[in-house]
């Protein structure tokens, strides 16, 4: 089956590849507006997924085990960033990335019964305010290609350094029914929050206008010689691996695909 | 609860008649009791009248009430016979009654009795007659009236309890003239708290070498095999083969203390006996409650004391030979050892030795969970029916606790609490082996009648008390599991394992509920019927199971 993240990453790649195999009337045009570029942006950390840890426990002689199933995303996300042409279109940026959120798990546990061997209790809660957040450094090469006089469009991709923390349901503390013993609740569910750094890719392209200051009511002002819009689109992603109580769980996905809009400042 | 007043109310509204056997042996001018067995199917109004008669008179007086866990809104009520005072051994009825209206009856009263009440020996006399070095006296001697088929008469008696190197017995002395009267044995053998700060789980192997739980408290830096968990203590002993002090906590000299119970000082249990022992009672009040609603073995949570190891098994030669067979070839519930009653798990035999020519192995009593179970079912008894221990009565007595027996192995096997468990209708399988004590399938295999015309009527075994429940206990398993009886050849078509708990239900309530002390293997019939209709409606299990009391040649 082909991986659907490979996906995401390769329509991207194709756009680049399209805008330098095919420069035609590309060619002919300069790079619109300015060499450095300053963005800063808001938007979504989109799609979500389910994810579900499970955690082991010694109680009773025996080893039980909880399970705690939470929804990753969607988030709000925050991006600054900024680029330089260093060579006709091509260009170097750096961006840094911001996205995070709380959610609630479900949480199932499966109990030993105190007074026979795998003869387990199944017991069901909530637990609340899960964190997530990830903090995503990219390091980009860029290509700026000109759509007009006013208009950017910018290819992007390379290397991301993830610096994330998630919270995941690690144990829980349990309330006895009394005898027959057969029944169990869950008084607590025990929450830790692991943190992890990891190297992961991003693709992207940025989409800016610089003509406000054609806008007549704003073109009385030097700012809007500077300042313009933008959205960015860019998924990156990263995939590492993570233990809870010594236990090996599924691998965490990072990043997404972002969608953000905001400003630019040009100079 | 329905006061006497109300009782008799609710009696005589059921109807009008006298009782047909009554007004017959009156006519013939015989002595003898008055057999009550009247449920909805017939005569409930004649035999009403009858005992609110007595009621009224205060003959038979209510002695206790039980509202019913398996059908609600039923009440049982036992009622004792009393003349001028003095209890009337086994005069008895038991009244199951519905929003004032009486459901069944069964019971023996005696009619006609009109003896003097006033002893001429003291309780003291009585004591220094029946005790001695050997025996000790466990409780005051009760003054009673028994009726003494023999000489066709009543006879005015103190009955008094001792144990020793003989196990418990029961014994009765002519309150006029200190003649003892009759002797016989009285064992009953075999050949949450949610918080609880000391509580602890530990685990051990038991005799079969199976892993199980064990439910302990931490005392100092000890594990003691005393279960705070369960709302009923279980608490077992281990007597580490000092055999003689073994007899003087079950005889009251001596008070079993924590220093006797079984113990482990890193909760990985070692001894197998204490690990069995604990755990099974546990399990038998694990499945009292979950089938029966039974609150321990008092249906009050009272204490479950048990006793391993009351002999070294190297000892088998070297002990008397009353101590041999007490401590080495049996098991048994002591209802008046102790504070609340005592279930021994004899030691069995050394590796080596066999049981006579059979060539059978006798291992720890405790190894097999349908002994513990049978055990502590003789428990409930004692808190319930009472079964006289003689004769037919006493054959429903252990044909009630080997249901017990055989009931807390399926539960514990089938609902997936201990899957080593084996369950089977084979008694003792894993003490006695090969073979096992007693079959429910084939009673005839082991020795014993599979119907009722095959009966030992010898006086041996308290009158075959032993051998003859298999006549119950294969009724029993015919209403289960279906078959052919050999003896009768008449083929019962079960009501399928499916339904397993429903005729345990239908059993235990019967024997629990409605059967009085000295109730009859008929009078067994008619009360699992009666009980059967409480319970289902469908009446394919009432004919189900009056088929297999045929079949078995109980009518």
């Not at chain 2, 609603?293 to 391993?308: C, E, F, H, S, T």
């Not at chain 2, 009351?310 to 049996?330: G, I, K, Q, W």
């Amino acid at each position: 089956m082909i991986d659907v993240v490979f996906l995401r990453a390769l329509v991207p790649l194709v756009v680049v590849g399209f805008l330098l195999i095919v420069p035609g009337r590309v060619a002919a045009q300069s790079v619109p507006g300015h060499r450095i570029t300053v963005g800063a942006n808001i938007g979504a950390h989109t799609g979500s997924a389910s994810r579900t840890d499970v955690a082991e426990f010694s109680a009773l002689r025996e080893i039980g085990s909880v399970r705690g199933t939470q929804t990753i995303g969607p988030y709000t996300v925050f991006d600054g960033s900024g680029s330089t042409l260093v060579w006709k279109r091509l260009g170097v940026g750096l961006a840094v990335s911001h996205a995070g959120g709380k959610t609630t798990a479900s949480v199932e546990a499966e109990v030993p019964h105190p007074f026979f061997f795998d003869f387990h209790r199944t017991a069901t809660a909530s637990a609340t305010d899960l964190e997530r957040r990830e903090l995503i450094y990219h390091v980009s090469a860029q290509l700026a290609i000109p759509l007009g006089s006013s208009t950017r469009l910018t290819v992007l991709g390379g290397p991301s350094r993830f610096d994330a923390s998630q919270d995941l349901v690690s144990g829980i503390e349990t309330s006895e029914q009394g005898f027959p013993f057969d029944s169990v609740d869950i008084a607590a569910s025990q929450v830790e929050r692991l943190s992890v750094k990891s190297w992961g890719y991003h693709v992207g392209v940025d989409l800016a206008y610089h003509g406000l200051k054609n806008i007549s009511m704003l073109s009385g002002s030097a700012l809007f010689d500077h300042l313009g819009v933008g959205v960015l689109i860019r998924y990156s992603r990263s995939r590492p691996s993570i233990e809870l109580r010594g236990v090996e769980q599924t691998l965490l996905e990072l990043g997404s695909l972002h969608a953000v809009g905001g400003l630019r400042v040009g100079f | 609860m329905l006061s006497n007043r109300s009782l008799r109310r609710t009696l005589f509204a059921t109807g009008v008649a006298l009782l047909t056997a009554q007004a017959a042996a009156q006519q013939q001018g015989t002595l003898g009791p008055l057999v009550i067995t009247a449920t909805q199917s017939g005569d409930l109004g004649s035999a009403g009248r009858v005992v609110g008669g007595m009621l009224q008179d205060g003959t038979l007086r209510i002695v206790e009430t039980t509202d019913d866990q398996l059908a609600p809104g039923r009440i049982h009520q036992r009622l004792a016979q009393f003349h001028r005072g003095v209890r009337v051994s086994g005069g008895s009825v038991c009244v199951q009654s519905d929003s004032g209206i009486s459901r069944s009856l069964f019971g023996h009263v005696y009619p006609d009795i009109s003896i003097a009440v006033e002893p001429t020996l003291s309780a003291r006399d009585v004591v220094a007659i029946a005790g001695s070095d050997d025996m000790a006296v466990l409780s005051p001697p009760d003054l009673v009236i028994v009726r003494d088929d023999d000489e066709d008469a009543y006879r005015l008696v103190y009955r008094i309890h001792t144990f020793g190197m003989s196990g418990l017995v029961v014994s009765e002395i002519d309150a006029l003239t200190g003649a003892v009267v009759s002797t016989r044995s009285a064992l009953t053998t075999q050949g949450v708290q949610a918080t609880c700060p000391d509580c602890a789980v530990g685990e051990g192997l038991g005799v079969k070498g199976d892993r199980k739980k064990v439910s302990v408290r931490l005392s100092g830096d000890e594990f003691h095999a005393d279960d705070g968990l369960r709302p009923a203590r279980v608490s077992t002993y281990d007597m580490r083969g000092d055999w003689e002090r073994a007899l003087d906590a079950l005889n009251g000299r001596v008070a079993l203390t924590s220093a006797d119970l079984a113990r482990d000082s890193d909760n990985v249990w070692q001894d197998g006996a204490s690990v069995d022992a604990h755990t099974g009672s546990g399990w038998t009040l694990d499945y009292l409650y979950d089938r029966f609603g039974r609150k321990g073995l008092d249906d009050r949570n009272g204490p479950v004391v048990a006793m391993v190891h009351p002999v070294h098994r190297s000892d088998l030669f070297s002990v008397p030979t009353e101590v041999a067979d007490l401590f080495h070839l049996n098991a048994f519930f002591c209802g008046l050892c102790g504070q609340d009653g005592i279930i021994v798990l004899g030691e069995g035999l050394p590796p080596g030795q066999t049981i006579g020519q059979t060539g059978q192995v006798l291992d720890f009593f405790a190894a097999g969970l349908d002994i513990v179970a049978h055990e502590l079912g003789h428990a409930v008894t004692d808190f319930s029916s009472q079964l006289i221990y003689e004769g037919e009565s006493g054959a429903l007595n252990e044909a009630f606790s080997d249901l017990i027996g055989v009931g807390t192995e399926f539960f514990m096997a089938e609902t997936g609490r201990h899957r080593p468990e084996r369950a089977d209708y084979v008694i003792g399988e894993d003490v006695l082996k090969p073979g096992g004590i007693r079959s429910l399938s084939n009673p005839l295999s082991r020795g014993d009648p599979d119907h009722y015309s095959l009966r030992f009527l010898g006086s041996s075994d308290n009158g075959g008390v032993h051998t003859n429940s298999t006549i119950a206990t294969h009724a029993y398993y015919l209403a289960v599991e279906g078959g052919i009886n050999q003896t009768s050849r008449i083929e019962v078509a079960g009501l399928g394992p499916q339904n397993r708990d429903l005729v345990e239900r239908i059993f235990y309530r019967a024997f629990v509920f409605l059967l009085p002390e000295n109730a009859t293997f008929s009078m067994a019939r008619a009360a699992t019927l009666q009980s059967a209709r409480d319970l289902s409606d469908d009446e394919t299990v009432t004919q189900t199971i009056a088929a297999a009391w045929t079949a078995v040649g109980v009518e």
